[in-house]
């Protein structure tokens, strides 16, 4: 599996093999290229390769949409979104991925692009890019070829950019700080460019914002940040989206000054836009962006839109804003309640596999802000289309991916899962409050019913389902032991591991691997106190969530077993399987979430095995709660908090 996607949105692309070439060639980790061909064919077309998935749309949906779709189809930990007009430093992917914190959103340095130039038949002269030339300047010659340079412009570099008070993308050029009453240019670039400030000479710096040519971050936290907001329709105001949310909701954007990319830029005379964008199409969208800046909703934000602007203070215009908290600490501009960040999208029951294809071919290259009120209305962040979208997954072997490749799948169907069974491993210490237990079992009961065998290991005899004893002491090896023995004795292809304190939604067991050699966690469970009724989430893998399919599961458990036993338990080798790699961790398979519309209920009792921590201080790192809200009831379960005795009756009696 590769560790990173890169995403190209492609419609009526003239550079987009170019782009896919130089990222497959330079490339140095385990990364794949997901190509989004949004309503169109490439002309040429695109040779296959291994690390290449394409995608393509009979209708243009949309770039927005398209960079969701390929977010969605990837399970790397990282995605880096590109235009299809870009090209790479050796090694960019392991350079980016070495340096990402998890709430990061990372920038290459940029250059200009070179694509192409022209050159004239008659006397060689060759001209910059730009519209198609009819007459040599130098010769009167009337043909010409477009010659591919594909390299950057040494001279056309950009680290920073900042956002103007009517939200815009801006350069620290004269066009991006003229209008601002400034006569003197340079002392206008002094006062407020970012590169004239003292931070400006690390390796790795913050910046206030980007263009949404090429970004790179965590694929888990770009969900859990809403993915790209498709309330602004098709194109358009992608900077501020990515920057407002990475720096609102604590994050950071940075540039990574290690590497580069470089893009052409379409602002360049003779070049048009690939999607239909009138004007009124970029004013809904900058209007939507208003709204949801404005009015602090970005998913996960907990600091007020004014807190970026004093940030990156002083800056040009946003003279209101700026008088308006000039004397407020940066730390108090935070909201009374933090936004919830976006739940992750759950994976496919299946994934549509590539077929083996043959090597890709080397690349020919011859050379409020003021006070004006803004109407806010809820906005529908959540970036998961409510009916699937109609797409082509396109993997030929030994072919041209084109409009008349003869293998073409339909990707809203999942690959069939055939006959898979499936069996439930019910482990306990005979300790937990009997009103739980009785309520969890009867949930087991009932979901288990005719569909899912059930074995359970417990410390002394039960009457639930098969029954095995386990005749030694509670500990943490124990209950590996029993979960290692539930294994052994069921017989189906795929096992969930559940425990006597967690009270089950039936759609937690619905779910299907994708994939044999990954185990899968579902993080959509709530936690709540049995004294206080107080229900907390945040996003978290636990072995009570855990499934897998049954011989990956056996071998690692029979390892982990073997290893206690000889070396003891520390808690650096973790609890869960596939969340540390071997030697800390007992091997070297990953883990991924998946998500249920409905959560599960982990029941916090004064006989847990493990320790209950409802504040924030008893974690080590914010990245250990993200998602952390605390609640008086639990979603789709009822109210909590006070009521926690009825609120288990309900569920009993339901």
């Known amino acids: 599996m590769a560790k990173l996607s890169v995403i190209i949105p492609a419609r009526n692309e003239e550079f987009l093999l170019n782009t896919i070439e130089d990222v497959l060639k330079n490339s140095r980790g385990d990364t794949e290229v997901i190509a989004i061909l949004d309503g169109y064919w490439p002309n040429p077309g695109i040779p296959d390769h291994p690390k290449l998935q394409i995608i393509h749309h009979t209708e243009a949906t949309g770039q927005r949409q398209a960079t969701n779709e390929g977010a969605r189809l990837s399970q790397a930990e990282y995605i880096m979104k590109i235009d299809a007009h870009c090209s790479f430093d050796e090694g960019f992917d392991v350079k980016l991925m070495e340096n990402c914190e998890y709430d990061w959103t990372v920038i290459p340095r940029m250059y200009v692009l070179d694509a192409f130039h022209w050159r004239c038949l008659s006397c060689n002269h060759e001209y910059d890019q730009g519209p198609e030339k009819t007459l040599c300047e130098q ?362 304190d967690v009270i089950y939604h039936a759609e937690h067991f619905e779910f299907v691997p994708p994939k044999k050699d990954i185990y899968y966690y579902n993080e959509h469970t709530w936690k709540v106190d049995a004294g206080s009724g107080q229900s907390l989430f945040y996003h978290t893998k636990q072995t009570s969530g855990c499934c897998a399919y049954r011989e990956l599961l056996l071998k690692h458990y029979r390892t982990r077993v073997e290893r206690i036993e000889k070396e003891g338990f520390t808690r650096r080798m973790g609890f869960e399987a596939g969340t540390h790699s071997y030697p800390r961790g007992v091997d070297n398979y990953k883990a991924k979430m998946y998500w249920t519309e409905h959560p599960n209920v982990d029941v916090r009792h004064k006989t847990n095995l493990t320790e209950s921590r409802f504040k924030k201080e008893q974690f080590k790192s914010e990245r250990s709660i993200r998602g952390w809200t605390l609640a008086d009831e ?21």
Not at 634 to 654: L, Q
Request: glycine share 6%; charged share 30%.
């Open 139 to 500: 010769c009167n010659g009337t043909k010409f070829e477009k010659k591919i340079i594909w390299e950057r412009k040494e001279r056309k570099r950009t680290d920073y950019m900042w956002i103007n008070d009517d939200l815009r993308m801006k350069y620290f050029d004269r066009p991006g700080l003229d209008g601002y009453g400034f006569k003197d240019m340079e002392q206008a670039r002094k006062l407020f460019s970012h590169n004239k400030r003292p931070w400006a000479n690390k390796i790795i710096t913050d910046v206030m914002t980007c263009i949404g040519a090429g970004w790179f971050m965590n694929r888990e936290r770009y969900w859990e940040l809403g993915g790209m907001d498709e309330g602004h329709g098709s194109w358009g105001q992608m900077a501020v989206e990515l920057s407002m949310k990475a720096w609102l909701s604590g994050g950071r954007m940075v540039v990574n000054k290690n590497t580069w990319f470089s893009h052409l830029p379409r602002t360049q005379h003779g070049f048009t836009w690939p999607y239909h964008n009138p004007g009124s199409a970029q004013e809904k969208a900058r209007r939507h962006s208003k709204a949801t800046t404005f009015g602090n909703q970005w998913p996960g934000q907990k600091y007020k839109w004014e807190w970026i602007i004093k940030k990156f203070a002083p800056m040009a215009g946003w003279k209101d804003a700026q008088e308006r908290i000039k004397n407020i600490p940066l730390e108090e501009l935070t909201l009374d309640k933090p936004n919830s960040f976006m739940p992750i999208p759950k994976l496919l029951s299946g994934t549509v596999e590539p077929l083996p294809i043959s090597e890709i071919k080397p690349m020919k290259v011859e050379n409020p802000i003021d006070s004006k009120p803004i109407d806010v209305k809820p906005i529908d962040l959540n970036p998961i289309p409510s009916e699937p979208v109609t797409v082509s997954v396109v993997t030929p072997k030994d072919k041209i991916i084109g409009p008349d490749s003869p293998l073409i799948k339909d990707a809203t169907k999942s690959a069939e899962p055939g006959n898979l069974t499936k069996g439930l491993v019910y482990y306990t210490d005979n300790r937990c409050e009997e009103r739980v237990i009785r309520v969890v079992r009867n949930q087991l009961a009932k979901i288990a019913k005719d569909k899912y065998p059930i074995v359970s290991v417990s410390q002394y005899p039960i009457d639930f389902g098969k029954n095995i004893v386990i005749d030694e002491e509670r500990s943490y090896l124990t209950m590996f032991k029993q979960i290692l023995m539930g294994i052994e004795a069921l017989d189906t292809d795929i096992v969930f591991l559940v425990e006597h």
């Open 634 to 654: 639990i979603p789709y379960w009822g109210k909590t908090k006070g009521c926690f005795d009825e609120f288990i009756k309900n569920i009993a009696t339901n």
